[in-house]
């Protein structure tokens, strides 16, 4: 037992020249481990498979705070739920109509692109799924979802919210999954702003709330309010899907690039049910595209960025 | 000379309390204030116990926790190797150090562990703290005594049961 030959050889250790190298070496691994996770996504292998040696010990902690949360709506009103069922029921009507609206528009829209000769917009499935309650280190932007590999959630699929997108799967336990948020500083986005068509990539700040366009030309026509889509140049996120509002753009002097400052559309603090996307296998499927969506998201988004552009002008 | 008896349940117990408190969902604004259970109770184990000395076996467990709360993979490892260290180096000084005092030393092990780690923070360049953040090691040594009686307790019991 470890404990037990911990306590015996314990004597050796007062030697303090010893502890001193022993400190030295942990501290030197502590950092080149560190390296090898921030870097090079080396790590990457190992923590996935830790992350799924662990997932019971999550589903068991996560048990106790579900089965009070059921207790909750257990006891709510009756009054209370008639109510929310009343507006719940409304706000479906008011959809409807919208969607009713929509599919017309649809159809003008295929119609249309087959007289072009167009790639056809791929219609997406969604699959819904319910965050976990469990607390995450506060800077990793990472949430659990109850979803996993055996509900055939893939890595790299997109999670949205009912407004935007939220951010897209990077591990998959058996019955959960953890979700990397647009918001961490590791990841981005390719989008389009939606009212000139002008194409960028969003950056994650490591504020739930912001966002980052960082490599805008110094006369870019970008307005506070415009909308901003995922432009599908990452074959990860299907085009169209909507991410974020511009805040506040600036043009700093003496400086290369304009910024701005955007605002995600999604509730990534606040979202509890969740949309995974199901993105059907597209018709040419670029082996390397698959491997960098494996390895990290910012990887992927970063190649097809800079190499898809030329690609896309001819198909839309 | 202590017992041999070693008290393996408690150990172990006290492992899996500290899992469940690091995981355990808090309310939105407090997240960031979580006190540092695993140090605490490694701590403990080392000044009361003479247990979980090896700075492997911190490394190890600060391992385990990286990846279940998704930290960069050995953050957690390296502050808890380093508070193992001190307190091994100091271990001898603060045993005998009257309640209060030893609640000071641990804050300030805390404490020290925080600059540790915002300076992993600093150097991938994430967001900075908030100021909660800076609160958790006063908590943690509001926590310390309660830790070290509960621990204490209940490692009595398991030894007196055993005899």
């Known amino acids: ?316 | 000379m202590r017992p041999r008896t070693g008290t393996p349940v408690t150990l172990a117990a006290s492992m899996v309390a500290v899992l469940l408190l690091t995981l355990m969902p808090l309310p939105g604004g407090v997240v960031e204030m979580r006190p540092y259970w695993a140090a605490l109770v490694l701590i403990y184990w080392n000044l009361e116990a003479g247990r979980l000395r090896h700075l492997g076996q911190a490394f190890a467990g600060g391992l385990v926790l990286d990846v279940l709360t998704g930290t960069l993979l050995g953050q957690q490892a390296l502050g808890l190797v380093i508070i193992s260290y001190l307190v091994e180096r100091f271990r001898l000084r603060i045993r005998f150090f009257p309640p209060l005092q030893q609640a000071g030393v641990v804050m300030l092990l805390l404490f020290n562990d925080r600059i540790v780690q915002l300076w992993v923070v600093g150097l991938v360049g994430d967001r900075w703290p908030s100021w909660q953040w800076w609160t958790a090691p006063l908590l943690g040594m509001l926590l310390w005594p309660w830790v070290f009686l509960a621990l204490d307790a209940l490692r009595q019991r398991e030894r007196r049961s055993r005899t």
């Open chain 1, 1 to 316: 037992m470890t404990s037990e030959s911990g306590y015996r050889a314990a004597p050796a250790d007062s030697d303090a020249g010893a502890r001193v190298v022993r400190l030295a070496f942990y501290g030197l691994l502590a950092i080149v481990l560190m390296t090898l996770d921030y870097r090079g996504h080396h790590a990457q292998k190992m923590r996935t498979a830790a992350w799924r040696a662990a997932e019971p010990l999550f589903l068991v902690v996560e048990l106790p705070f579900d089965l009070g949360r059921r207790l909750g709506e257990q006891l709510r009103s009756h009054h209370g739920l008639m109510q929310q069922i009343r507006a719940l029921e409304s706000e479906r009507i008011a959809s409807q109509a919208r969607l009713a609206l929509l599919a017309e528009l649809q159809d003008d829209n295929h119609e249309l692109r087959t007289l072009l000769g167009a790639a056809q917009r791929i219609s997406l499935t969604f699959r819904t799924a319910e965050l976990m309650n469990l607390g995450l280190n506060p800077w990793s932007h990472r949430v659990l979802v109850n979803r996993g590999r055996s509900d055939g959630v893939r890595t790299g699929q997109p999670v949205m919210d009912a407004r935007g997108v939220m951010g897209q799967v990077d591990e998959t336990g058996f019955n959960t999954a953890q979700v990397i948020l647009i918001s961490d500083p590791d990841h981005a986005l390719p989008v389009r702003v939606q009212r000139t068509g002008l194409r960028t990539v969003a950056y994650g700040t490591g504020h739930i709330d912001r966002l980052q366009l960082n490599d805008l030309p110094m006369n870019v026509d970008l307005e506070p309010g415009d909308r901003l889509l995922t432009s599908g140049l990452d074959d990860v996120f299907p085009a169209g899907l909507p991410v974020a509002e511009v805040q506040s753009l600036e043009r700093p002097t003496g400086e290369a690039f304009a910024r701005a400052e955007l605002r995600p559309l999604a509730r990534l603090d606040r979202a509890r049910h969740v949309l995974i996307v199901e993105v059907p296998e597209q018709p040419q499927p670029l082996s390397r595209e698959d491997d960098s969506g494996a390895a990290g998201p910012e990887k992927s988004a970063d190649d097809s960025a800079d190499g898809g552009s030329e690609d896309l002008e001819g198909e839309t």
